[in-house]
């Protein structure tokens, strides 16, 4: 039987890595929408909360955790297709199969999409954390509070806790792109 360069070897190994690729992305997409859905709650109840007084509302702060949760959503969508390209590689029809370089090049665009979306969510929490910095910072020592916009509330935190979940889910489904990059690599060589 010959087979060409750019095709995942001998049907065995396609099958394995197939399954290993399925199940694979159903634990990154059941994570990461699990871990997306629960941010975007959180920052939904903190921009619609009149009380919250991170600067979440307008500006940059807005700007990059709307981009986070929109790139997290590409993300998603993104590791489901690899379900999809699992299936396919396990079709009984050969012409649904597709080659080691069209899966290598969906997971290395996977790869940029989960960096993007890593590289926000950090801007984010930083932003997020550095406004919780300086209204530490603002609340007089040892004196009294006379206004409540400058105690930290547990929506801040909460706050901080959905971009620490966005940077969770951006990280697992890089490192599970990474790890089928490297399982197709190394089929190739078998």
């Keep these: 039987m010959s087979i060409q360069s750019n095709s995942i070897a001998h049907s065995n190994t396609r099958e394995n890595f197939a399954n290993q690729m399925r199940l ?57 297709s690899y379900i999809q390209i699992a299936q396919k590689l396990l079709s009984a029809n050969p012409s649904d199969h597709l080659s080691a370089e069209q899966v290598r090049n969906t997971l290395h665009i996977g790869i940029t999409i989960h960096f993007i979306g890593l590289l926000l969510t950090l801007l984010a929490a930083q932003i997020i954390v550095g406004s919780l910095v300086l209204k530490a910072l603002t609340i007089p020592s040892g004196g009294a509070i006379y206004q409540t916009n400058q105690l930290i509330e547990p929506l801040d935190i909460f706050v901080v806790q959905a971009s620490i979940l966005m940077i969770t889910a951006e990280s697992l489904g890089l490192f599970i792109t990474f790890w089928l990059l490297k399982q197709i690599n190394l089929t190739k060589k078998a």
């Excluded at 991170?54 to 940059?60: Q, R, T």
């Design 24 to 80: 694979a992305s159903w634990i990154g997409f059941g994570f990461e929408l699990t871990l997306g859905i629960v941010s975007f709650i959180i920052l939904l109840v903190a921009v619609f909360d009149p009380n919250f007084n991170i600067n979440l509302k307008s500006g940059l702060g807005l700007v990059s955790v709307g981009s986070g949760l929109i790139v997290l959503g590409i993300s998603i969508y993104w590791i489901f």
